[in-house]
């Protein structure tokens, strides 16, 4: 369960980013605020964003419509938690790291091919990127060299770099093979029971997709 006093101090932190013109900054608001989607960088730095509208892009990141929502769900939380035994910590999300050459490339393949948005590209030149489809998060870092060892990519074909989870793979699976998304593996039912297949980045990055 989130802490609300840590999200609290995340709202602060974006509120004193934006002041401070940190440029990262201003990706975030855009993806996550529709009234800013319409401006690019500079004209959202320029604008007046106060606490309450850092708190209601923290309250978008959590899921939640407002700063109001999230407090009430996060008080019931925990008013209900505190009726359970303790537990051990839960882990709410994780985000693949992928390397690869050229980071505006990459989010082109992403965000055309795969049905990703650009949540943000930061760096001149860009140099780190995340994108986002759904709850799937991918962070992108650039490198000069390969990642792998050609040697190890001769030996081990089946190296993944993400795996992600799909309710409906198989209707995935016509979309990119409508969009010419290069494939790794096909579409195939596993001897554990998942449909999965494979995609190749052009970095040479194997994406899993399973359901």
């Known amino acids: 369960m989130p802490n609300f006093e840590n999200l609290r101090k ?4 974006f509120k004193r980013w934006h002041q401070d013109q940190y440029y990262p900054v201003a990706a ?3 993806h996550w605020l529709p009234r800013y989607r319409d401006f690019n960088d500079p004209q959202i730095l320029a ?6 509208d850092a708190q209601e892009l923290v309250a978008a990141q959590e899921g939640f419509g407002s700063w109001a929502a999230l407090k009430k ?9 505190e009726q359970k035994p303790a537990s051990q910590p839960t882990l709410l999300d994780a985000q693949p790291q992928l390397f690869v050459g050229d980071i505006q490339a990459a989010c082109d393949f992403y965000s055309r091919k795969l049905g990703f948005t650009i949540a943000f590209i930061y760096g001149e030149p860009p140099f780190y990127a995340q994108v986002v489809r759904d709850a799937a998060r991918l962070n992108l870092r650039h490198i000069d060299m390969p990642a792998f060892h050609p040697e190890l990519r001769q030996r081990e074909k089946d190296i993944l770099s993400a795996t ?5 793979v198989k209707a995935l699976y016509l979309e990119y093979s409508a969009n010419d998304v290069p494939f790794h593996q096909p579409l195939r ?3 554990w029971g998942a449909k999965t297949f ?6 040479g990055n194997l994406i899993a997709f399973a359901g």
């Open 73 to 81: 769900e996060l008080a019931d939380m925990s008013a209900t938690a």
């Open 198 to 203: 494979i995609i190749c980045d052009p970095d």
């Open 164 to 168: 992600i989870t799909v309710d409906d």
């Open 47 to 52: 604008l007046e964003f106060k606490l309450a």
């Open 10 to 13: 995340k709202a602060k932190r």
């Open 28 to 30: 975030e608001i855009r």
């Open 189 to 191: 039912l596993e001897p």
